[in-house]
């Protein structure tokens, strides 16, 4: 009877997968993976070193931060906080559709009022809003908040000193002033969807060489996930734009970026900036492939701290000898995430 009573319990306390969870909370993959590294999920490990969680456990966080399922997390809520009217209402019309509930904030201490009021699923920040609360101080208050809120900064890039000081609360991502409609709904929308390049969970191959392709080209990146996933100890994953990259990034903390130039949005010269420029990911290498090499594209790209630049077409042989030439960089096995 012992036997049967411990199965019995077992069967109630099932494990779930990170996929399953997020399903159940109404949040993406990436959020679940988060909330663990923060503390607010608990998560075993299998043999191969997959996270799984206990469904009681789930249903407990469901309880405390009052989190449905799906169907009541249809509408995504997005505060947009930004002094410039214009961009404020262009951001207003860009997401003003069924997926989205949009709020304007004038100011970091009227944003911050809202966050604390009724916490959004994203915060839409302009790096150089003004007044006695400013971007940087926003951030600081999203860091410590429970359950963790993403972030989409939005700069000219004109601010240097403000920009580094921004960075101490990577990771986030940024999309760059000015912006049309489209690349603002395609940087959100990369933040609110499960990106299909994570394949379900984010779970990473211990030991394994971490290695992100960054390509809009689909071809180019199936072709090379096949042909480097032949090696056991890499652990390859994709993603279509600049966008998609930056979510990756801040959970897969890969040790290679190969990285295209030219994509839409968010360029690979924006990318390869953002991840050099970043403390938490200095050792990362970005290896870029560029069927565009002239008109001073590489210059540029290596002044934006890339540690590579091939020409396309490449040879998979070629382009597995300058990884292994990265990987043997000892300063990369310091990558943080290890």
Not at 184 to 191: E, I, M, S, T, Y
Not at 256 to 264: E, S
Not at 308 to 335: F, M, W
């Amino acid at each position: 009877m012992e036997k049967y009573g411990g199965l019995r319990k077992a069967m109630r306390d099932e494990l779930l997968t990170a996929s399953q969870v997020g399903e159940m909370l109404g949040v993406s993959v990436g959020t679940v993976h988060r909330w663990t590294s923060s503390g607010i999920l608990k998560a075993s490990r299998t043999i191969g070193g997959h996270r799984r969680y206990s469904r009681e456990a789930v249903e407990r966080t469901m309880k405390e931060y009052d989190l449905g399922p799906p169907g009541s997390h249809e509408q995504k809520k997005v505060v947009v906080v930004a002094d410039n009217d214009d961009v404020r209402r262009m951001c207003v019309t860009a997401l003003g559709d069924a997926a989205f509930i949009v709020i304007e904030a004038k100011s970091g201490e009227e944003a911050l009022g809202l966050i604390a009021k009724d916490p959004p699923d994203l915060v839409l920040l302009d790096l150089e809003i003004g007044g006695e609360t400013d971007s940087v101080a926003v951030l600081d208050s999203i860091q410590h908040h429970k359950p963790p809120i993403d972030v989409l900064l939005c700069t000219e890039y004109s601010e240097a000193q403000m920009m580094t000081r921004a960075l101490a609360y990577s990771p986030f991502q940024v999309i760059r002033k000015p912006f049309s409609a489209p690349v603002l709904q395609r940087a959100v929308r990369a933040f609110i969807r499960k990106a299909d390049t994570v394949h379900g969970e984010m779970d990473v191959k211990e030991g394994a060489y971490r290695i992100l392709v960054v390509d809009d080209d689909v071809k180019v990146r199936t072709g090379l996930k096949a042909s480097l996933s032949t090696h056991a100890e890499y652990d390859v994953r994709t993603a279509a734009d600049g966008y998609q990259a930056g979510r990756i990034i801040s959970e897969f903390k890969p040790h290679v970026i190969i990285l295209d130039l030219l994509m839409d949005g968010l360029d690979g010269f924006d990318v390869c900036k953002d991840v050099k420029s970043s403390p938490e990911f200095k050792n990362t290498r970005v290896l870029v492939l560029t069927g565009y090499p002239g008109g001073g594209n590489v210059e540029r790209i290596k002044r934006c701290g890339a540690d590579a630049v091939l020409t396309k077409p490449v040879s998979i042989d070629y382009l597995e000898k300058e990884i292994q030439r990265l990987a043997g960089d000892s300063s990369v096995t310091g990558t943080s995430g290890d």
